[in-house]
C-alpha cells in the first residue's frame, strides 16, 4: 500500500511548505465554538469524501476526525502561515479569497502560485488576504441533517460576512492535526 506522502509526492500535490506542528500536512479547519455539534463543525466539501466536489460551495459539516483520521474533503494542508494558503491536497484545490464578497459563497480554486488566491489566518479567523473585514463565517439558525452518519451528520452554510458583532463566535477557528 502506498503511504499518503508517497502519493501525494506522485500526484505533484505535496505543499511546498507545512507548518511544523503538522507533520503529515494535514490539519481540519475546525470551528471553536461547537454550536449544535458536540462532535464539531468542519470545513467541508460537499460530497462523499473522496468523490467530494471541488467545484460546489463549501459547508460547515460534522467533523470526521472522530472516525479515526481526516477525510480529504476536510483535510487541507497549510502553507505560508501569514498569508495562509488552505489547500484540499487530495483534489489540487485552494481555499479561494480572491473572490470574496460579502454574504457570498466560499468557493475553491485550482491552487497556483497567485497571492490573490490566499487568505489569512490570524490565529481565530480566516479572512480573504486583500479583504480584511470579511470572515469566514458558518450560517446562524439550524443545521440540516447531512445523508450520512450514525448519529447523523450535521450540515451548515459558510459564507464570507463582516467580521465580529453576534456572528463572531460562528467566525472563529482553529486548525487541528
Not at 134 to 155: D, K, V
Amino acid at each position: 500500500m502506498i503511504s499518503r506522502a508517497s502519493l501525494y509526492a506522485v500526484l505533484g500535490l505535496v505543499a511546498t511548505s507545512v507548518a511544523p506542528a503538522f507533520a503529515d500536512g494535514l490539519a481540519e479547519i475546525r470551528s471553536q465554538a461547537s454550536l449544535d455539534e458536540a462532535r464539531g463543525y468542519c470545513v467541508d466539501m460537499i460530497g462523499s469524501q473522496a468523490r467530494a466536489s471541488a467545484a460546489r460551495p463549501l459547508q460547515a459539516h460534522t467533523c470526521y476526525a472522530y472516525q479515526g483520521g481526516i477525510a480529504v474533503d476536510q483535510g487541507v494542508s497549510v502553507e505560508d502561515a501569514g498569508r495562509a494558503v488552505l489547500r484540499f491536497p487530495h483534489f489540487g484545490v485552494c481555499l479561494d479569497g480572491a473572490s470574496a464578497r460579502s454574504g457570498g459563497s466560499v468557493t475553491l480554486r485550482p491552487c497556483g502560485r497567485d497571492a490573490s488566491a490566499m487568505v489569512a489566518f490570524d490565529g481565530s479567523r480566516i479572512l480573504p488576504a486583500d479583504k480584511s473585514d470579511l470572515c469566514l463565517t458558518i450560517a446562524g439558525g439550524a443545521s440540516r441533517r447531512g445523508n450520512g452518519g450514525t448519529p447523523p451528520h450535521l450540515i451548515r452554510g459558510l459564507s464570507w460576512e463582516s467580521c465580529g458583532g453576534a456572528a463572531a463566535p460562528r467566525q472563529e477557528w482553529a486548525l487541528r492535526p
